[in-house]
């Protein structure tokens, strides 16, 4: 890391900066080729709202790694499965589609999709998802079952979980080559999520980062979250990033004006600064 010192400092110093401005709490760790660079109350528990379908993709994907589910398996989509918010699904007028394993996945991780999270439980029941991110050794990174198993919460995580599940994608340790090709193709795709980190970047400069991020709101309080990985343009993972931040305001604002997000958009041109 010693060639991108200047850069690194850079972004400690953005990261100092941008936070402060945005308020709220801040929980982080961002590492610049594999050496952590920014840790910010890293270990604390928290809502990951969205950011957990990472690990449910995870979760789904690892099974399908063990031969134990196709990718090309069908579920149907049903009307009592729609969720609204974020996603697709809910626009439709009628359903009844017949969906694959890898559409859903695409959905929960391109367009965030909250439907495509009761169609993973159908695949992967809650209490199997703990089982499997426990196994990779995410204790902290938790999906919370309800009364029906093929239904859950999004739960807990930690930056500094999320921050390993990441490099571990990158690095091609947590998934099989194949599944996790498909996972970091989908975050990287030009359809997905740009008012954060990829927001002040060229189209080139987008395709070298795959990105989830994470909003809701709780008792007037807002919580934007985004994390993911900046590639080098010759394909090398060389920045992973967790940025969680809760207890913000402005909670009906979940645009790039929100003071959080704008912070993820500076950040996102100080990592491309350390590639």
Known sequence: MSSALPAVTGLRRAYARHTRRAGGDWHARVSVAGEVAVRDDDERVIKGYSIQKLAVAVALLDKADR??????????????????????????????????????????????????????????????????????????????????????????????????????????????PDTSAFMLRVLRAAAGYHDGVRRDMSCAQRSRVATKHGADHEGGRAARHEAGIVFTPDGTPAVVYSLFADGLGDAADYGPTHPAVRAHAALGRAMLKCC
């Not at 090309?72 to 359903?95: I, N, T």
């Not at 992967?124 to 991110?133: D, K, Q």
């Open 67 to 176: 031969g134990e589910l196709g990718l090309g398996r069908r579920v149907r989509l049903e009307a009592s499965d729609v969720l609204g918010g974020s996603g697709l699904y809910h626009l439709q007028p009628v359903w009844g589609d017949e969906l694959t394993a890898a559409g859903v996945v695409t959905a929960l991780l391109l367009v965030s999709d909250n439907t495509a999270v009761r169609l993973c439980g159908r695949l992967v029941p809650a209490a199997e998802i703990n089982e499997i991110l426990a196994a990779k050794g995410f204790v902290r990174t938790r999906v919370v079952p309800v009364d029906d198993p093929a239904r859950f919460m999004l739960g807990d995580t930690t930056a500094a979980e999320t921050h390993d599940l990441l490099a571990r994608l990158a690095a091609g340790t947590l998934l099989g």
